[in-house]
């Protein structure tokens, strides 16, 4: 039989080939299998570090449910008219034809820890050495009383990017003078801190921009306070001034329930009601990581923090918003920075490659208006309990336009440095 390489059985995957071929490809190369579960930031980053790095000694499979993928870092910045959809949508090519990787376009089912293999949504299996598990999050719907996955394509959450991305634009798009935009904030822990309100400026600078001055955003939030609030509510305060409203637990004393038929978000302070109203409910571990025993009772995943190593199995490792990062928050940065380190341990463990002390790092930037941005960011190293932070940093406020304008052009140089980081160049 004539030998197959990864390249050409990447070929025949696209032809669907895929049941038959990869239990027979990935062991009859007679080399270490590393899968990845997940093509986001942390796993696709994960596998092309682990291919660039360990050359032809090792056989790295990612394994992605979508052909292509929208990045909710810079997602805001779609909603706001800064970029096109195309600009954050990425695809797997270039790890597959660089570097490779055997890229599997299917749905992870099951893992099965002690046959070390993955079951995907067509029967077929995918055995491993070690696995990766990045799966991001899922949505816990019911945690907003009246929600629903049916729900969200009337009051969309848009907290995973792609169609939903593109419904919340379209919603924004579509507002007239003088209706009202009512948010429901996520509680802590949830993908990107940030974001809410990222999203809510980028919504304002719509708004401002075809003068609708008799518009609100109403932000309703289960949280007493949010990442760089002070840096949010100062450039509100500048830029769309009268037009945010936030209200915290303490003031609207809790969400009874939304309506998504009239679009009515109902709290014990009153009952807002919205042309759109943009859901983001609590969140947890993407699905096959409770599937696979790897999530606890808090629905994230528990690592070592010298090595993102699931504490569940020795052989697996949770990289990414579904594993419990310590201080690090839950980022696209976050989930590059631990995919490397996951990465070497894995090389280590298999090939007997050097060991680093592992390194984490963050930066989460946010625009609030036209080169006005701000942005807060940390190192991080692991100790006996966690990652933790050894130093921080953070915009201040009262910066002048100078600093602001530097800062936001350094966040496009960095989506796209990163961006080449995770799909490669």
């Not at 009337?154 to 634009?169: C, N, S």
């Not at 609030?229 to 509100?236: C, N």
């Not at 919205?274 to 009772?297: E, R, T, W």
């Not at 963050?362 to 190192?379: H, M, P, R, Y």
Request: contains cysteine.
């Amino acid at each position: 039989m004539p030998r197959i390489s990864r390249r050409t059985f990447g070929g025949l995957m696209g032809a669907g080939a895929a049941s038959l071929a990869l239990p027979y490809y990935a062991r009859a190369q007679g080399k270490p299998r590393a899968v990845v579960i997940g093509g986001g930031a942390g796993g696709a980053t994960a596998a092309r570090y682990m291919a660039k790095d360990a050359g032809e000694d090792l056989n790295v499979t990612l394994i992605e449910a979508n052909p292509k993928y929208t990045t909710c870092f810079f997602s805001n910045l779609y909603l706001g008219g800064y970029r096109d959809f195309e600009s954050i949508t990425h695809g797997y090519d270039k790890l597959a034809s660089n570097y490779g990787i055997t890229v599997v376009n299917g749905r992870a089912e099951a893992v099965d820890r002690d046959a070390r293999e993955v079951t995907l949504a067509d029967g077929s299996k995918v055995p491993y050495d070690r696995l990766i598990v990045a799966p991001g999050i899922d949505l816990i719907y019911d945690s907003v009383p009246g929600y629903s996955e049916e729900a969200s394509e009337i009051m969309p959450h848009a907290w995973k990017a792609g169609p939903q991305t593109q419904l919340l634009k379209a919603k924004l798009d579509a507002i007239e003078n003088g209706q009202q935009i009512v948010m429901v904030a996520p509680p802590n822990p949830y993908r990107c801190p940030p974001g809410p309100y990222e999203r809510v400026s980028m919504m304002a600078h719509v708004l401002k921009q075809k003068g609708f001055n008799d518009s609100k955003i109403v932000i309703i939030d289960p949280k007493p306070k949010f990442s760089k609030q002070a840096l949010f509510q100062e450039g509100w305060d500048k830029h769309y001034p009268g037009m945010i409203e936030w209200y915290g637990p303490d003031v609207h004393g809790g969400i009874a329930s939304v309506d998504p038929q009239t679009g009515e978000v109902e709290t014990d302070l009153d009952t807002f009601k919205g042309a759109l109203v943009n859901v983001i409910p609590a969140q947890k571990a993407g699905g096959i990581a409770a599937q696979a025993g790897l999530a606890n009772d808090s629905g994230f995943c528990a690592i070592d923090p010298k090595s993102m190593r699931s504490q569940a199995d020795d052989n697996i490792f949770v990289i990414g918003d579904a594993s419990i990062a310590g201080d690090m928050p839950k980022s696209g940065f976050s989930a590059n920075s631990q995919a490397k380190v996951a990465a070497m341990a894995i090389r280590g463990d298999l090939l007997g490659s050097k060991v680093f002390p592992a390194k984490y790092s963050n930066t989460c930037w946010s625009l609030i208006e036209t080169n006005d941005g701000v942005k807060v960011g940390a190192q991080y190293a692991p100790s006996a309990e966690k990652i933790a932070s050894t130093s921080s940093f953070i915009s201040q406020t009262g910066e002048d336009d100078a600093v602001r304008q530097a800062t936001y052009e350094e966040s496009v140089g960095w989506y796209k440095g990163i961006t080449t980081d995770i799909f490669g160049a």
